[in-house]
């Protein structure tokens, strides 16, 4: 990955989950350097602020379980049309924000992609597949449906907007699931989602299972757009989200995922979401994810500083 334009986007939301504190995410990630971490590397670096959400509109559903819908509509007809505009200047970054923020970056990434005549391809880096429609969500907290509103399923119409674009299932790869509900599961079986769970990391390692897909990224000619969330990483080293799953990716195999990725020179967007710095440890989660982004971005292993105690 070459020197580029990094737009940064802050999307301060939080009504796709289930507690307060996502909205400080955007904050906790320019206070722990992304925009020096960024410009240390050769980038240049466009902050364009916090988003704010479309007109809210009154919006009902037959799932009674439903939270926030009317304002997560509002956050998708926002963010899908700034980041379908913003990817034509550069490599966005979304500093988020809840998940359920995805259903606007994908729509907008694949709304992009398909006027510019390229294949889309997503990496879904999570514990958990979020791919819920809005039928099928028990918990009603709407940062679980993003990915199944993008892969176009039934139940999203005269709700959501419209689609320009659906992603190919073919073309998205998720890794590091370990929490999946009933629904998902199946939905996920011959879906044609390429799925690797922290049990095929475990027996295959990270790097060989990420090569096989960008491998098929290479041989289309596709672009790749990254969706991190703080889960997909261990609790361990990554406190600070609402939604902790023990047995996450550790700090060398995320690292590697970035470094692979930057070798790549395939990603052209990337989502950081989960963030809740009201969890965190003196900001120790958002100063990973922006150590993990430089990886991505081009700090090597080599870069790393010695620290002395």
Not at 44 to 62: F, K, Q, Y
Not at 112 to 137: I, M, Q, Y
Not at 245 to 272: C, K, N, Q, W, Y
Not at 290 to 297: G, N, R
Request: proline fraction near 6%; aromatic fraction near 4%.
């Amino acid at each position: 990955m070459r020197q580029t334009t990094c737009i940064l986007l802050g999307v301060p939301v939080q009504d796709g989950t289930g507690r307060l504190g996502c909205d400080m995410g955007p904050s906790a990630y320019r206070a722990a350097g992304i925009g020096p971490a960024l410009q240390s590397l050769g980038h240049t670096v466009i902050d364009r602020g916090n988003l704010v959400p479309a007109p809210r509109r009154d919006l009902t559903h037959a799932n009674p379980a439903l939270h926030g819908l009317p304002e997560i509509v509002a956050w998708t007809e926002a963010l899908s049309q700034t980041v379908y505009e913003t990817g034509a200047q550069g490599l966005t970054i979304v500093l988020g924000g809840d998940h359920s923020l995805a259903a606007g970056t994908l729509a907008g990434h694949a709304r992009r992609a398909s006027e510019d005549g390229r294949k889309l391809f997503v990496l879904w880096l999570d514990a958990h597949p979020d791919l819920h429609t809005l039928e099928t969500t028990e918990s009603g907290h709407l940062h679980g449906v993003p990915m199944g509103y993008a892969l176009g399923l039934p139940g999203f119409a005269g709700t959501f907007p419209p689609l320009a674009a659906a992603l190919d299932p073919s073309r998205v790869c998720m890794m590091g699931l370990r929490s999946v509900d009933a629904a998902e599961r199946r939905i996920l079986a011959g879906s044609g989602v390429h799925v690797h769970d922290m049990r095929a990391i475990d027996e295959n390692g990270v790097g060989v299972l990420l090569r096989r897909f960008l491998d098929i990224v290479e041989a289309q000619d596709g672009i790749l757009h990254v969706s991190l969330d703080v889960d997909f990483l261990d609790p361990d080293i990554a406190p600070g989200v609402g939604t902790t799953v023990p047995g996450g990716a550790t700090f060398r195999e995320a690292h590697l995922i970035m470094e692979m990725l930057h070798d790549s020179g395939r990603v052209a967007s990337l989502d950081l979401v989960e963030l809740n710095p009201f969890l965190d440890d003196r900001g120790r989660t958002a100063r990973l994810m922006v150590d993990l982004t430089a990886s991505l971005m081009g700090r090597s292993v080599l870069d790393r500083p010695t620290r002395s105690y």
